[in-house]
């Protein structure tokens, strides 16, 4: 269910909510006006319930779930709280997950207390999961955050341009700014840093830091400051490292919930919501090894690299910018106008998606 009310958007139409978020970056290019005919990306359904908060219920935030339970955060105390029955049977069947890191939900005082509503997600990021038979699902990993920082490494393991390309493009759909943090910088030089990232064409704000030295973290501390930020990454980048150094006390909070819980298994597993000292919340996720997109369009694709979105309109639409005729990107290749380099990874992500 959208915010509004209204059903799933059909073939041609579009939801572009009011996200308010500010500063020059591919984010915003996603939302001004698409020269090319490429529709902004389908925002497929943000919450399921919304309830009226009445005197007896409680405005809370979701910072871990576990299954059917969740701890929230309620006028700065931390509680645990359980999904209410109605809840489970009203299961969003496109979703393996009811409940996400970032979630705003109302509680129902009670021992303990019950989670009686969920508003509309403002963003999501959500990946692709299989359920029961095989069916197509996708997984909410966090909800309601600012940006995507994307955590990739300079070497150790080596720097993966096509992963970074995923993210922005889950980042994008569900309406959050993608920014990239290059970590490991003690690895390598700033230039061979700078280099990787300008060869490959990475369109999005870049910070560059290690969390072995500390260089960078006031830059990345600043980017962080007052928003909710949601961290991915690949497997082995360091993004538990800058966590720590970010958030001295993340392993003593981390420790309490799986004392209570004696459930550890989930604290390693799952995403989890800090507060930062400096204002905003960062959510912390697990390493991946894959991103797996799901259904995904050519137009999605051509979403994550602004020289192709913003090229003028070709002749026919839609059009994926391989053979056809009157196609002003490759007639922009052709005079060089797009780089051989941001065309070719346009290339690369769409011949790996899986196009309707």
Not at 111 to 124: D, K, M
């Amino acid at each position: 269910m959208n915010p509004g009310g209204s059903r799933s958007p059909q073939r041609g139409q579009t939801i572009v909510p009011d996200v308010g978020l500010t500063g020059q970056s591919l984010f915003d290019l996603k939302h001004a006006p698409q020269p090319n005919g490429l529709a902004a990306p389908d925002r497929r359904g943000y919450a399921p319930t919304i309830v009226t908060i009445t005197q007896e219920s409680t405005r809370a935030t979701v910072i871990q779930v576990l299954g059917l339970t969740a701890f929230v955060r309620a006028s700065g105390e931390v509680r645990e709280a359980t999904l209410a029955g109605r809840l489970k049977t009203e299961v969003d069947r496109a979703r393996s997950n009811q409940l996400a890191v970032g979630d705003i939900v109302t509680l129902e005082e009670g021992a303990p207390p019950r989670i009686v509503g969920v508003e509309p997600r403002r963003t999501r990021l959500e990946r692709a999961a299989t359920g029961a038979q095989g069916r197509d699902l996708t997984q909410v990993i966090a909800a309601n955050a600012d940006q995507a920082m994307i955590v990739s490494s300079i070497a150790d393991p080596p720097f993966r341009p096509g992963l970074i390309d995923r993210w922005t493009l889950l980042a994008l759909r569900g309406d959050m700014e993608p920014v990239l943090c290059l970590n490991k910088m003690d690895l390598g030089t700033p230039e061979e840093g700078r280099r990787l990232v300008e060869e490959a064409c990475i369109p999005i704000d870049t910070v560059y830091a290690s969390a072995e030295t500390e260089n960078g973290l006031e830059e990345l501390r600043a980017r962080l400051s007052g928003r909710s930020t949601v961290l991915v990454g690949h497997s082995g980048v360091g993004k538990s490292s800058l966590l720590r150094r970010l958030l001295p006390g993340a392993d003593a909070a981390t420790g309490e919930l799986s004392e209570r819980t004696r459930k550890g298994r989930h604290t390693t597993t799952g995403a989890r919501l800090y507060e930062l000292p400096e204002g905003g919340d960062l959510i912390d996720t697990p390493g991946v090894r894959s991103v797996v997109l799901g259904r995904t369009t050519a137009e999605e694709v051509a979403g994550v690299f602004g020289e192709i979105a913003h090229a003028p309109p070709c002749r026919f639409q839609p059009c994926t910018h391989r053979t056809e005729p009157g196609c002003t990107v490759l007639d922009g290749l052709s005079r060089g106008a797009i780089p051989r380099a941001v065309y070719q990874r346009y290339r690369k992500l769409l011949e790996e998606v899986a196009l309707p």
